[in-house]
């Protein structure tokens, strides 16, 4: 069983990015960005407000502070100042949260800071120590120091598989700065064999285990929307979607 989560709410004063709209119906949690990737105060408080009209859990998706670089060029940033970056910009998205009568779903770390946080200790314990003030999962990837960091300081963790991004050889995430488009039924498929086998193929043909209690489609993805709607469909066809969450 798994749901569908999304990376969204990053368009930028009018600069639009991603089909927000059209993604929302398919999908079952709302990772909205904070401002520093993407995203600014308006546009977090109108994704919020579309997330609560079909009824999405909306979690935090905070980043490094890199607009320009959305997020996704690592930093060399302590583990004190990483913390309050993250504190400063969930805060900001828990206001429009409570503006709109909408609780915290979770926090998932955006881009390269999700994937610092799997191999570097002190930014895992950097997120861990801004999840101890608002005390929601975190979203994270199985076999790396999200699940054990994350455990040890006592936050429930669940376990992502991504629809759109391939895998290296060694079971790591392949981030790119950006996401080429990806066929739909086949993108289904592979999220169909992660989630009942455990395993998906990687870039060089090895079978390697995998964690799928969420399924992560990124709004930036050419044609997120149609991808994320035949996931759903084919989940649901599949008996692989949680009681109440098929449709």
């Known amino acids: ?5 999304c990376d ?6 009018i600069w639009r990015l991603g089909d927000d709209a059209g993604l929302m119906p398919s999908i079952h949690l709302a990772n909205v960005a904070c401002g520093f990737h993407g995203s600014d105060f308006n546009h977090m408080r109108a994704t919020v407000r579309l997330a609560k009209a079909h009824q999405v859990r909306v979690g935090a998706h905070p980043s490094l502070p890199d ?6 060029r ?29 609780a915290l779903s979770h926090i998932k770390p955006h881009g390269a800071l999700y994937g610092m946080a799997a191999r570097q200790a002190e930014i895992a314990h950097a997120i861990c120590d801004a999840a101890d003030v608002f005390k929601v999962p975190l979203l994270g990837m199985a076999g790396t ?26 079971g790591s995430l392949i981030i790119t700065r950006e996401h080429p488009a990806v066929d739909a039924e086949a993108a289904a498929a592979r999220c169909v064999r992660a989630v009942r086998d455990g395993v998906v193929e990687t870039v060089g043909g090895k079978t ?40």
Not at 87 to 102: D, K, P
């Open 208 to 247: 390697v285990p995998v964690t799928a209690q969420s399924l992560c489609v990124h709004s930036d993805t050419p044609g997120a929307a149609q991808v994320a709607q035949v996931l759903r469909a084919t989940l649901a066809a599949e008996g692989l979607l949680p009681t109440g969450a098929a449709g």
């Open 145 to 170: 120091l999200h699940e054990t960091i994350y455990a040890a300081r006592g936050h429930a963790m669940v376990s992502e598989f991504y629809v759109d991004l391939d895998y290296a050889d060694d």
């Open 1 to 5: 069983m798994a749901l569908i989560n």
């Open 67 to 72: 607009l320009q670089g959305f997020g996704r």
């Open 8 to 13: 969204m709410g990053e368009s930028f004063g």
């Open 74 to 102: 690592e930093m060399k940033i302590a583990r004190e100042e990483m913390a309050n970056c993250l504190i400063y910009q969930i805060g900001a998205l828990t206001g429009f949260l409570a503006a709109e009568g909408v």
